[in-house]
């Protein structure tokens, strides 16, 4: 593989692990990918995780207000303006997960009928992302841990009574956890993605897991709600309190919600444990991948101390040289004034994956809205700051009004774009994004990469973890941005190695993890 990070960590067997399931699953040579395999969409599993037996409680869900789209995406909640007493009723949580992972449009297929889309994009339309809640009393909801059910609009209710302490405990104490009236907790059932794409379905858990929570945070900030995403956790700690089959189910992350209504936190915390509710099948596909297993296995915590430790590594992650090129485009940062405000619901209820692009131009001011709000920074647990990030956008123009056609880097703290080169590249497009027609066709292709090496050096396994679901998240972003501009956008796989190469010199030391392609949706035949 033509990376030069590796050799720094291959004397490490610990982070070698994450080395080679990344190697193994980069296309079109990993290892982990050659077996003969096939997938038949009729037999596709059961999107949806039923519960026997359990108290189901209906939500309530206002689907349209006015809120900001581009907003909502971008803007930090800021503390000492709110308060300390920012509870969500259960109104606002019911809206919160109705437009991170509920319905919003079913479509009828010849010989399949009717199939469910929901409100963030998922790997191959798979719906293998689960939403739990763990909440204190709020108002018209007792205190309790609860499944999200998008398919009924229901919480199903797993356990009773205040659980809160078994998280602030699992995350090493961490005040935003501590201080959260309600955290939802996102989990992967791996053979509804495994069924389809075998061992490269751990990058896709965080990829789906991010593109959803993309849509959870901007729902929060248009509700004024403070939010973080928590990857710091004691993994068996979740697993046992949300009840999962710890053989078919993971863990992914924690999106602790609101200020107030603290979890109080007893010296000698009770003993959680599992319940073994009877649920239907998970999948009626079995097969277990070993290599998840071991890339799972080896980016777990099982201690504060490691969690601790862990979130003080980004300072030791050293940015890359600056480039300074003299080819720059200063791009606008003003979103709304020359752009049509439209709400973050109705953003969510139009997106989809487009599956056929034009060929025709996006403003500059397009691009430059989608770019700017979708990289003002996540709040994580290991980032230390909100503007900090593992994540580097390098993109391909097509076709974009009043920009030049080329290869360009986005300095994300500069808001510029770096020429890297000149030209016309519809055909390495394609050809990059898996010899597919989408990029090639599309008007832009974003490419999120990361110095892989340097954050497994520093953050160990779990880094993997990050740096994959912060990339994700900040394409979940541009899906968002992209749809508010009225503009269609779709998440593609692509080739790893050769990616690095076409960007190169300048991302010699970098990974792909995600891409994202945009462009004005081709109209339907009329034949």
Known sequence: ???????????????????????????????????????DSSQRPYPYKVYKDVKSIPLPVEKYTTLSALKSISELIDEEVLGNNTVPDLQTIGRILYFSGGITKTVNFAGMGGFDFRAASCTGALYHIEIYMICGDIVGLEAGVYHFDPKEMNLNQLRKGDYRDALVNATANDPDVKHAPVILAYTDIITKNSVKYRTREYRHAFWDCGTII?????????????????????????????????????????????RGNSATVEEK?????????????????NYDDSEITKIHQASSFDSPEQIIS?????????????????????????????????????????????????????????????????????????????ENTL???????????????????????????????????????????????????????????????????????????????EASIMGGKCYLAAYSQKIGATGLTFYDDEVTEFFSPHSRNKNAMFMIVLGKKALKSTK
């Open 214 to 258: 993309s849509n959870t945070l901007a729902m929060c900030n248009a509700h004024k709600l403070k939010s973080k995403v928590i990857l710091g956790f004691i993994d068996d700690t979740v697993n046992t309190l949300l009840d999962l089959n710890q053989e078919k189910e993971i863990s992914l992350a924690l999106v602790p919600i609101g």
């Open 1 to 39: 593989m033509a990376n030069h990070n590796q050799s720094k960590t291959m004397s490490n067997d610990e982070i070698q692990i994450s080395w080679d399931y990344h190697n193994g699953t980069r296309h079109p040579n990993g290892i982990f990918l050659i077996r003969p395999h096939s997938f």
């Open 391 to 469: 994540v580097d956008l390098y993109v391909i123009v097509n076709a974009v009004d009043n920009l030049k056609t080329g290869i360009y880097h986005y300095d994300q703290k500069r808001n510029i774009l770096e020429v890297l080169k000149e030209g016309n590249f519809r055909n390495e497009a394609s050809h990059l994004g898996l010899d597919q027609s989408l990029p090639g066709d599309g008007s832009v292709c974003i490419f999120f990469m990361s110095n892989l090496g340097e954050i497994l050096d520093k953050l160990g396994n779990r880094g993997y973890r990050a740096t994959q679901l």
């Open 269 to 285: 915390q009770k003993e959680v444990k599992n319940l073994d509710l009877p649920t239907e099948i998970l999948s009626n596909y």
């Open 310 to 386: 862990w979130r003080s590594k980004y300072s030791l992650i050293e940015s890359d040289e600056k480039h300074h090129p003299s080819n720059e485009i200063v791009l606008d940062s003003v979103t709304e004034i020359k752009l049509e405000a439209i709400p973050i619901e109705t953003t969510i209820i139009k997106r989809g994956s487009t599956r056929k692009f034009s060929n025709e131009s996006i403003s500059l001011q397009q691009l430059s809205a989608i770019l700017y709000n979708s990289t003002r920074g996540i709040d994580m647990d290991h980032l230390q700051k909100y």
